[in-house]
Structures are given as C-alpha cells and as structure tokens.
DNA sequence: CTCCAGGAAACAG
DNA sequence: CTGTTTCATGGA
C-alpha cells in the first residue's frame, strides 16, 4: 500500500469530512471573516477534543466576539472565561491576543514566532484558513506512519516530506487527507489499535507478519 | 528527556 | 457508578 492508496480508501470507507464548515451566511450578516473562526478554532483545539471546543466558539458567538478584531480589543479576563471549555485558558487567550495583533497575512515564520503556536498549528492554520498546502502532521499521522509503513522520524518537517513527496501538492487533498487520518486513526489506529475490525488490517505493516489466517 | 498548562468527554472496571 | 485516560499541543 503506497500514501495515495491509503488516501482514496480512507475516503472511500469515510466520505468528505467537512472540516471547518463554517456559516458563510452567518459571517456575512455578523461582518466577520470567516478565516478568524478557523484561525481560533485551530488554537483552541490544541489537545483538547472538538466538542469542547464547540462551547468555547459558542460563548464567543454569543457575546460577539468571534473575530480577532473583537478578540484584540477584549479584556483578556473576559475572554479567558468565554474560552475556558476549552481547557488551557490562560495560555490560549493569550495566543489569541497575540495573533489578533497581526491583520495581514502572517507567513509561517511569523506564526510561529508567537509562543504557543508550534508546527502543527501553523500548519493547520496556512492550510485551512489561508488554503496554503502546508500538510499537518499531529500525533495521530506519526503514529500511522510507523504502524502501517514502518517510517519512524525525529523532526516535524521529515513526516511532512514523506507524506508530500507522494501525494499531489493539492490544498484540498492536504485537508481532507489530514481529517481522514485523524477519523482513521480515532476510529481504528487507536493508542491501543483495534486490528480485529480494522479495514486497513489487511495492509498494514503490523499484521503482515503475523498471518493469523 | 520529563513535566506542566485545565477542562470536559470518553473510557475502563 | 467512580477513577483514569485522552484530547484537531507547545514550551519550559
């Protein structure tokens, strides 16, 4: 199995995962621009689950704030405690203070000269709030390379060449290969992996050896 | 390398 | 039901 057939039966076994469906309706009336929601949702998902990061997103929502222009001009208390369902208060309102300082397009040096904002984020960021093809690499990708290929890396932008070097350089595919991995690897590749029911058992590296016929 | 930042959901028993 | 682990991580 090579990394674009792993690609198309992820999504023949998943289908598109929408990622960032954001309401453009909802963005036009409120004035806001929808790369913001994707920008604060990136930041407020670091280890945390997407659910509680729906909350945090909610309570900006509701009390207008769903923008870096409100964002900045927020007493940051007040925005600790809109984001606080989403764990890592105190150090995200402080990243989103940070990148709310910045209006025009921030290149990948920039982002990540914020602290608390690392590779991955900036990645996700440039991909799908500025659909740049900059591939995410999280935990999950690194853990799928090993198990089903056997690649083991020590840096970041290694796994991003692996996965680069033999897909199209495609921003839509970079961001629906990067939600398949992560619905794969929270579905099937799990910390401890359930190979039983695993579609992908038939391939991969960590059963080949073991032929349980 | 380990440890910590934090809260909610998922999970194991 | 109560503990424990995990989560769309990054920096000290």
Same mark, same amino acid.
């Given at each position: 199995?090579?990394? =674009?057939?792993?690609?198309?039966?992820?999504?023949?076994?998943?289908?598109?995962?929408?990622?960032?469906?954001?309401?453009?309706?909802?963005?036009?009336?409120?004035?806001?621009?929808?790369?913001?929601?994707? *920008? *604060?949702?990136?930041?407020?998902?670091?280890?945390?689950?997407?659910?509680?990061?729906?909350?945090?997103?909610?309570?900006?929502?509701?009390?207008?704030?769903?923008?870096?222009?409100?964002? =900045?001009?927020?007493?940051?208390?007040?925005?600790?405690?809109?984001?606080?369902?989403?764990?890592?208060?105190?150090? =995200?309102?402080?990243?989103?203070?940070?990148?709310?300082?910045?209006?025009?397009?921030?290149?990948?040096?920039?982002?990540?000269?914020?602290?608390?904002?690392?590779?991955?984020?900036?990645?996700?960021?440039?991909?799908?709030?500025?659909?740049?093809?900059?591939?995410?690499?999280?935990?999950?990708?690194?853990?799928?390379?090993?198990?089903?290929?056997?690649?083991?890396?020590?840096?970041?932008?290694?796994?991003?060449?692996?996965?680069?070097?033999?897909?199209?350089?495609?921003?839509?595919?970079?961001?629906?290969?990067?939600?398949?991995?992560?619905?794969?690897?929270?579905?099937?590749?799990?910390?401890?992996?359930?190979?039983?029911?695993?579609?992908?058992?038939?391939?991969?590296?960590?059963?080949?050896?073991?032929?349980?016929?």
């Amino acid at each position: 199995m090579d990394i =674009k057939e792993l690609y198309h039966t992820l999504l023949d076994h998943f289908g598109y995962q929408n990622w960032w469906p954001v309401d453009l309706e909802y963005h036009k009336k409120h004035h806001l621009d929808p790369k913001d929601e994707v *920008i *604060i949702g990136a930041i407020l998902t670091q280890n945390t689950s997407w659910k509680n990061v729906e909350k945090a997103l909610s309570n900006l929502k509701n009390n207008n704030a769903l923008s870096l222009k409100a964002i =900045k001009h927020m007493d940051i208390e007040l925005l600790k405690e809109l984001i606080r369902p989403s764990g890592f208060f105190n150090r =995200k309102a402080e990243i989103l203070k940070q990148i709310s300082t910045m209006d025009k397009k921030p290149s990948r040096d920039k982002l990540l000269s914020i602290k608390g904002i690392g590779k991955e984020t900036a990645d996700s960021i440039l991909l799908y709030a500025y659909h740049e093809p900059f591939f995410v690499i999280d935990a999950y990708t690194k853990r799928i390379i090993f198990r089903l290929f056997g690649y083991e890396f020590n840096e970041y932008d290694e796994y991003a060449s692996f996965i680069s070097s033999h897909i199209e350089k495609d921003v839509d595919i970079y961001k629906e290969f990067h939600a398949l991995i992560v619905a794969f690897a929270k579905n099937y590749c799990k910390k401890t992996p359930d190979c039983n029911r695993c579609i992908l058992k038939d391939r991969c590296l960590q059963n080949l050896y073991q032929h349980k016929s």
